[in-house]
């Protein structure tokens, strides 16, 4: 692994970043230079030379774009929030279908199942630390339960219902 100096011969602020996280991490980061990467938007494929940099036990791999930039999977985060509001009401071979026929992107079902499982799962992880304020009402609510079952006898079946308050 070589390290990668900038043209100037001075590291960017991007760069002294990425190596002091990976050494918050534990780790004494190296810049592993740049690396072409195809990334989803909504208007099409764009392949981008990212910087990338690694721990020196050859562990986590970190690019300041994929963090900073909100990255999923290789969707940016309009394209990942377009597919999985399409992915909740349609199916993905409609959703595929939907995307080569009305905005000229053709994607792999494969991609867009991967894409909305990251998806959901963020949303789970951020749901856990979401708190809901209930509401302060002015009355008690009174508790209303209503079940519908059958009588026992086989010659009538005729439903019955219990209310109770």
Request: proline content about 6%; glycine content about 6%.
């Amino acid at each position: 692994m070589k390290q990668v100096r900038l043209p100037q011969g001075k590291p960017s602020n991007s760069l002294i970043q990425m190596v002091a996280r990976l050494r918050g991490l534990g780790h004494p980061g190296r810049v592993k230079g740049h690396c072409l990467k195809p990334y989803q938007t909504p208007y099409g494929i764009v392949e981008i030379n990212r910087h990338v940099c690694q721990s020196s036990s050859s562990g986590t791999t970190l690019c300041p774009l994929e963090v900073d930039g909100r990255v999923i999977v290789t969707a940016t985060p309009r394209f990942a929030k377009q597919i999985s509001h399409k992915y909740a009401e349609m199916s993905s071979l409609r959703l595929v279908a939907d995307l080569q026929e009305n905005h000229g992107r053709s994607v792999h079902r494969s991609f867009v199942q991967t894409l909305s499982e990251a998806v959901g799962s963020n949303a789970l992880l951020k749901e856990e630390t979401w708190h809901y304020q209930t509401p302060k009402l002015s009355m008690p609510v009174a508790t209303l339960s209503v079940e519908k079952s059958f009588s026992a006898s086989a010659q009538a079946r005729k439903p019955m219902m219990f209310v109770s308050i």
